[in-house]
């Protein structure tokens, strides 16, 4: 009772195939350990965070987890099923620059106004920051979320606003690669989003 089965639906498969960059074999196998880790087939925030803290534990993963949590969880319903799992975790670690920034932007606009204000940077930096603890060694022009902040907006915001829009962040990262680095602190978008194999 309440048991799931561990292999997907033919239609399932093959729309999760269609709609990520997951091979029919690959997503099936993402499904099982899916399941083993979420026996209920939803996982929760509490949950995401747990798993999430394993990646970073010289710091607090609990803020950015959260951030993270809130971009996989597409219907906003405070859980994660294996379809937005999968979803975004194919964006994430197999998806295109583009679609990868669309991700990163959806993830610090907090409010989902289509910008991102220093305020909102701000938040996600300062989680970022806490993460990864004292573990990395920043750079003196980037020695504090506020001095981070300031330097990504310095180099995207292109009409001086006060806040990004989706193109200017998008631009801003595609003509420069230190941006990138900048938005996710290097180790932190390795392969943080990976639960599982």
């Known amino acids: 009772m309440g048991k799931h089965n561990s292999k997907l639906k033919p239609e399932v498969l093959q729309d999760l195939s269609a709609t990520t960059e997951f091979t029919e074999v690959e997503l099936q196998e993402w499904y099982r350990g899916f399941l083993k880790d979420c026996p209920s087939g939803t996982l929760s925030v509490e949950e995401f965070k747990k798993i999430y803290g394993n990646f970073f534990p010289y710091g607090d993963a609990s803020k950015f987890a ?4 809130r971009t ?21 670690s197999r998806g295109k620059l583009e679609d990868k920034l669309k991700w ?7 409010d989902g106004n289509g910008y991102i204000s220093r305020q909102e940077m701000l938040e996600i930096v300062c989680a970022i920051y806490k993460m990864v603890g004292t573990v990395m060694k920043m750079p003196e022009d980037e020695s504090t979320p506020e001095k981070r902040v300031e330097k990504i907006f310095k180099q995207m915001d292109r009409n001086l606003d006060g806040k990004l829009s989706l193109a200017e962040f998008v631009e801003g990262a595609k003509s420069d690669p230190s941006i990138v ?15 599982s194999n």
Request: proline residues 0%; negative net charge; aromatic residues 12%.
């Open 181 to 195: 680095r900048l938005l996710q602190c290097d180790s932190v978008g390795s392969g943080a989003a990976d639960t």
């Open 72 to 92: 996989f969880d597409a219907n906003g319903d405070n859980s994660i099923d294996f379809r937005e799992f999968i979803c975004a975790l194919s964006v994430t």
């Open 66 to 69: 959260e951030h993270v949590f």
């Open 104 to 110: 990163a932007f959806s993830m610090y606009d907090l």
